[in-house]
């Protein structure tokens, strides 16, 4: 039974550094697969939602948009069942709901399970 919680986040001045975590319960539920993958999705009023970062099986492959990347960085910490999203840099344009999410597959299927977001505003 695999369900995820995200945290940490909140309003930033653009700039500043942010860290989201998600805890993922039935970690090993998510990991015991041949392959799985885990990442960050977000979606602002009006937007579709859109990727962020994926990783696959705990970092063999990692993907980041082209909005994002050389400021937002994802890990994941084994030992505490939890997945992060690093953001550093952030500008107005970041400012979304963000979900992770996680697969049983490769990160160019549809994710199977997802967070119920958390909220970041950058001004």
């Known amino acids: 039974h695999v369900q995820l919680v995200e945290s940490g986040g909140g309003s930033v001045q653009a700039g500043g550094p942010l860290r989201l975590s998600c805890a993922v319960s039935g970690y090993t539920d998510i990991t015991g697969s041949d392959y799985y993958c885990m990442g960050w999705f977000r979606q602002a009023p009006g937007e579709e939602r859109e990727g962020v970062t994926t990783s696959l099986s705990g970092g063999k492959s990692t993907y980041y948009a082209d909005s994002v990347k050389g400021r937002f960085t994802i890990s994941q910490d084994s030992a505490k069942n939890t997945l992060y999203l690093h953001m550093n840099s952030l500008k107005p344009e970041d400012t979304a709901m963000y979900y992770c999410?996680?697969?049983?597959?490769?990160?160019?299927?549809?994710?199977?399970?997802w967070g119920q977001g958390t909220q970041v505003t950058v001004s």
């Open positions: 999410a996680a697969s049983r597959a490769l990160c160019t299927g549809l994710m199977d399970y």
